[in-house]
């Protein structure tokens, strides 16, 4: 970005103002307050997971499927080991997958959207065809064909769900761009000599947050329930590590004798998922955002 | 409408040789050697050799890849290498209508909890009844199908001993025990999918409701059960039915999922049990023809959307 200053510069990103009018928004609609109370829950108990778990996860206790009780709030489980403090474990796995899935998704899918839409032609319609064909399939039955061929694994999971979600973010990123490519600030901006690549980052992709920040939001409530349902199939991070799909897939087998093995980790999945669901929708009202799908299927 | 019925076939059908082509060299081209997994990344130099040769792996790729397009279009899907060693058309022939059935189980159920709960939510906006919907709608859409599932079972098979808890009979059996086999799992897919559907239903009601002659009706006294289920209802369905399109992919994928949580030996079951047996065929062939499902199931909708929208003439 050598000699040329880039006089088009002022006033772009997110200001003070605007944050703390969402903090507002957020403040008056309840549900979203729900969702920021019952999520920063999950984040905190995640980070401090081995200070907060009660007792550690892969201990075996000698009581096997202990119903809830002081000791064990929400039991044990088939091999004696606290329910609740496996569950708060697997709380990283969800957490973590669910957001570096959806990084990962974002960074591809919105710099293919941004290319496609700013430089259009050739490379736009290869791109539109990828994705077009991606769109073809639903996205857990790619990533579930992803996790067939590379294998189970934390990375090959993130992979694999965030591959599923690139079309997503490519479609919204283009479509946002080819409104914003007519703005004459663009225009300018080319005029002066701003390179292509400076206007794509700094001009043209701030002022698309909006729907961005809506579809990353609903992206990753279903990143979390498509691990969830992969580790419950048997396909997902693996058997040494405590997630809450792999918890409810053993709850399955005991739910005759130990109803609490297969409950309390879908509950922990279902608040999370709502908690994230809350949030985004308030973005969605709050942005005014419309374009983005709901279900993401 | 012939003519734009046979443009979109054709559309499908090159669609179809695009995913077969994805299919394939998604395979082909990903790490992770689909015949080392298979062996268990334990079989020798040699054992890996023949076993490549065998399914014509030591060719080219793009050899492969035509012998395998043509395979597809005549319906041959290569031969299960697990067990029975059975022809995948004919697992997959064989599991596709109890797949069908409990995906139009589940949106018949999925329609049954969304239409009524997305019309009330509308004409009773803003008041606590259209709270409470949303936020049982949410619930919905947050819960992951196969907990649900779960629930289901330990509530009605479980405790009340009423439903049966895994299985399937075919609907040839009788319709009573066709549908007790799949009610259980009709209603762990269909809630989710009828949150989606309730919320698209009340957002797009409310702004039929809000239209010139709606008002005018409204005006004149005329807010009857007649005026909104005659002249307000079919409109508001035009934008849900563009939708369900895209939702109909959480339907499927709910299929896929939860026949694995109550045994029914569908596409969904087939395709994971093959994914842990690796044999590759059937997961390539129930992928490819889970797709077909769905690209199939978005043209009906398209087409659908031209019969309930007389303003849109494709001729």
Known sequence: MAAITDPTDEGVGVSQGQRARWWRHLLRDKRALVGVIILSFFVISALLAPLVAPHDPNAMAFGLMIPPSLTHPLGTDDLGRDLFSRLIFGTQVSLFVGISTVSLALVVGVTLGVVAGYYGGFLDTIIMRYIDLQWAFPNFIIAVYLVAILGQGMWNVIAAVSLAFIDDFARVARGMVLTIKQEQYVDAARTVGVSDWRIMWRHILPNATAPLIVQGTVSISFAILAEAALSFLGLGVGVETPTWGLILADGRTFISRAWWIGVFPGLFIMLTVLSINFVGDALRDYLDVREVKEGGA | ?315
């Not at chain 2, 239209?211 to 909104?228: C, D, Q, W």
């Not at chain 2, 508001?236 to 109909?248: E, K, N, S, Y």
Request: glycine fraction near 6%; hydrophobic fraction near 55%; aromatic fraction near 10%.
């Open chain 2, 1 to 315: 409408m012939t003519g734009y019925l046979l443009q979109r076939l054709l559309g499908a059908l090159v669609v179809m040789f695009a995913v077969a082509t994805l299919v394939f060299f998604m395979l082909r081209l990903l790490p992770g050697d689909p015949i080392q997994t298979m062996l268990f990344e334990m079989g020798d130099a040699d054992a890996v050799e023949r076993l490549r040769a065998k399914y014509g792996l030591d060719r080219p790729v793009h050899v492969q890849f035509w012998k395998w397009l043509g395979r597809v279009a005549v319906g041959d899907l290569g031969n299960s290498i697990y067990g029975s060693r059975a022809a995948v058309s004919q697992i997959i022939a064989e599991s596709l209508p109890r797949t069908l059935s409990l995906a139009s189980l589940s949106f018949v159920v999925a329609l049954f909890i969304a239409v009524p709960a997305g019309l009330v939510s509308a004409l009773y906006k803003q008041t606590k009844l259209d709270h409470a919907v949303t936020v049982v709608a949410f619930l919905g859409l947050s819960m992951p199908d196969f907990w649900f599932a779960i629930v289901l079972i330990i509530i009605f098979a479980g405790n009340l001993h009423w439903l049966p808890a895994i299985g399937y009979t075919p609907l040839s059996e009788g319709l009573w025990e066709w549908l007790r086999h799949l009610i259980l799992p009709a209603i762990a897919i269909g809630t989710p999918f009828a949150a989606i559907i309730a919320r698209m239903i009340r957002s797009s009601m409310l702004e039929v409701l809000q239209m010139e002659y709606i008002r005018v009706a409204r005006s004149k006294g005329l807010l009857t059960p007649r005026l909104i289920m005659v002249h307000a209802f079919p409109n508001a369905l035009i934008p849900v039915v563009t939708v369900t399109g895209i939702a109909l992919g959480i339907l499927l994928t709910g299929t896929v999922v939860v026949e694995n949580v109550f045994a029914i030996k569908g596409l969904g079951r087939v395709l994971i049990q093959s994914i842990l047996n690796r044999d590759f065929p059937v997961v390539q062939g129930s992928i490819f023809v889970i797709s077909a499902l769905f690209i199939f199931a978005n043209l009906l909708v398209d087409v659908l959307y031209t019969v309930i929208d007389p303003r849109i003439r494709y001729d």
